[in-house]
């Protein structure tokens, strides 16, 4: 009978051969380019995050094109012309893609855009695309405000007083930009969209409490679709790499070229410090840190350095020149580095304590917190 069943669904879909059941999801995209005759306009697909290949195409006739077909499953994709690209969800209803030209009153002279509207994911997505671009530039200006104020003032005085009014409005707009994340966030738990926002900037800056949460708020519609699945895959990585989860293993070349990895050091504490010879924090911290190596080496301690640099000269004569004459290894990829990328590393220095078993117990310590958390740790060794 079953067979039967699925002979007549074959038949009534035209299939022949392999059958695939797998749902289907299909995408309208019509849009308008005013004299743009002849020109061609692309859906584009991500094989990985940043690779795209094209799936379909139209060539504008009479100002107006129409994209139509189906792909496997709802999911965030690229819609791209000679005018420029941007990001667009498909989700089964139809979308809208409008090529208009403005004038750029700064530069006094037309440009165009691409518009996308017609489906709610779609709103969803581009809030929280610009939330993620309001966020990168608040921190790119605060840090060349407070370089021009550091650099510029000789005044030790001034220089404070410069440095706290920076600080004092860009926490203000940090502030802002912080609460129209979460009332997104809030606003949008049944949104498949917001996965991609979840998984890229609540995932990469935030602390794994707060991604964790972003993703239980979610509903079970979207936690049991496939971006859903994704994202709880994230989640469940991160986890490993948390306070109380075990330390994924690290396996990577020293100086020496010889392989070492973290479960190597297995019943030993371990302080896992990710840092780099051109990192200036990294650097201030290494007196406190070479103390406590010193200290407690002895008593079974072990520092494993993590370096994102990527000249193998730089990573060694800063090992050399410093003294840091613990273990160290490096992927020599700078921030490709797939161990930083495993930890989730996205700022320098970035430290776990790891105990004897392998478990994290304590992460992001500096000075003199760092310092207090090895003499609990030491007390009675």
């Known amino acids: 009978m079953r067979s039967k069943l699925l002979l007549i669904i074959a038949m009534l879909c035209g299939i022949s051969g392999e059958i695939n059941l797998q749902a289907q999801v299909s995408y309208q995209i019509s849009g308008t380019w005013k004299d743009g005759k002849g020109e061609k306009v692309y859906l584009k697909d991500f094989v990985k995050k940043d690779s795209l290949v094209t799936i379909d195409s139209a060539t504008v006739n009479n100002d107006r094109f129409m994209l139509k077909g189906t792909i496997t499953d709802m999911r965030r994709m690229e819609f791209a012309c000679k005018e420029g690209h941007k990001k667009l969800f498909i989700d089964g209803k139809p979308i809208i893609v409008n090529i208009v030209e403005k004038f750029d009153t700064a530069k006094k002279k037309p440009w165009k855009t691409i518009e996308i509207t017609g489906n709610k994911e779609q709103e969803i997505l581009e809030k929280a695309t610009e ?69 890229e900037y609540i995932g990469r800056y935030k602390p794994f409490a707060v991604l964790k949460q972003s993703y239980d708020n ?107 004459n613990w273990k160290h290894v490096s992927s020599l990829k700078g921030w490709d ?32 917190a760092l310092t207090k958390k090895m003499d609990e740790l030491f007390k009675d060794k």
């Open 131 to 199: 939330l993620t671009y309001m966020s990168a530039m608040m921190q790119l200006g605060e840090m060349m405000s407070l370089s021009k104020a550091v650099n510029n003032t000789q005044d030790s005085v001034i220089m404070k007083q410069q440095v706290d009014s920076i600080q004092h409005v860009f926490g203000i707009i940090k502030e802002a930009i912080e609460q129209n994340i979460t009332t997104l966030l809030d606003s949008t738990r049944n949104s498949y969209a917001i996965t991609y926002f979840i998984n």
């Open 218 to 324: 979610l509903t079970d519609n979207v936690k049991n679709s496939t971006l859903g699945k994704a994202l709880k895959e994230k989640v469940d990585a991160m986890a490993k790499a948390n306070v109380g989860g075990t330390a994924p293993n690290i396996e990577l070349p020293t100086p020496q070229g010889n392989m070492l990895s973290l479960y190597s050091l297995r019943g030993h504490i371990v302080l896992l410090d990710f840092w780099a010879s051109w990192c200036g924090p990294c650097l201030r911290e290494v007196p406190n840190v070479k103390k406590i190596y010193d200290k407690y080496h002895s008593k079974g301690l072990e520092i494993l350095g993590v370096s994102l640099d990527d000249k193998q000269k730089a990573w060694v004569n800063a090992i050399q020149n410093k003294e840091l």
């Open 337 to 368: 580095c797939p161990v930083a990328k495993l930890y989730n590393v996205t700022g320098i220095p970035r430290m776990y304590i790891i105990d004897e078993n392998g478990t994290i117990i304590a992460q992001d310590l500096r000075g003199e």
